[in-house]
């Protein structure tokens, strides 16, 4: 396999001096980290409380996501909260209300989280919570979860 190298100070055509904007300084550049947690897709859902990420420097929430590959049936449930401290601060939702799965989401839906805190600092934690309610249902499969971070580098 031949080995490609790329010039950025010499692209044909280009204007060199937006092509040196536009690569930023290292204090300018923002970092976008998708930060992903999944439950098995053979298992039912079940309980569980971890740790997601640490951030490295402050920044942005962009977006949350939960997807169950099949959704609860009946009277089963699933509600997913994330949090953002640390020990000194204490913990505290990012959203204004938990995502819930139960018998009326699709399999394969993409729940939308509403934002309510939308920045952090260095040195936080996430931190995910899955609450489940089987209460004589059928518990759902595969849950995925999806945050989306930008953050300035350290």
Same mark, same amino acid.
């Given at each position: 396999?031949?080995?490609?190298?790329? =010039?950025?100070?010499?692209?044909?055509? &280009?204007?060199?001096?937006?092509?040196?904007?536009?690569?930023?300084?290292?204090?300018?550049?923002?970092?976008?980290?998708?930060?992903?947690?999944?439950?098995? =897709?053979? &298992? &039912?859902? &079940?309980?569980?409380?971890?740790?997601?990420?640490?951030?490295?420097?402050?920044?942005?929430?962009?977006?949350?996501?939960?997807?169950p590959k099949?959704?609860?049936?009946?009277?089963?449930?699933?509600?997913?909260?994330?949090?953002?401290?640390?020990?000194?601060?204490?913990?505290?939702?990012?959203?204004?209300a938990v995502?819930?799965?139960?018998?009326?989401?699709?399999?394969?839906?993409v729940l939308?989280?509403?934002?309510?805190?939308?920045?952090?600092?260095?040195? =936080?934690?996430?931190?995910?919570?899955? =609450?489940?309610?089987?209460?004589?249902?059928?518990?759902?499969?595969?849950?995925?979860?999806?945050?989306?971070?930008?953050?300035?580098?350290?």
């Amino acid at each position: 396999m031949a080995q490609v190298v790329f =010039d950025l100070d010499n692209i044909p055509g &280009a204007d060199l001096s937006v092509q040196r904007a536009h690569r930023g300084s290292p204090d300018t550049m923002i970092q976008q980290y998708p930060v992903v947690y999944n439950q098995s =897709d053979a &298992a &039912a859902v &079940a309980d569980a409380t971890s740790i997601l990420y640490t951030s490295r420097g402050a920044g942005t929430i962009e977006r949350l996501t939960v997807t169950p590959k099949v959704a609860p049936l009946t009277t089963a449930s699933y509600t997913v909260d994330v949090q953002v401290g640390n020990e000194l601060t204490g913990y505290v939702t990012i959203l204004n209300a938990v995502i819930t799965a139960d018998s009326t989401t699709a399999d394969k839906e993409v729940l939308l989280g509403s934002l309510d805190v939308t920045a952090y600092s260095a040195n =936080d934690n996430f931190i995910i919570i899955v =609450d489940e309610t089987t209460a004589g249902g059928t518990q759902g499969t595969g849950l995925n979860m999806t945050l989306w971070l930008r953050e300035q580098p350290s």
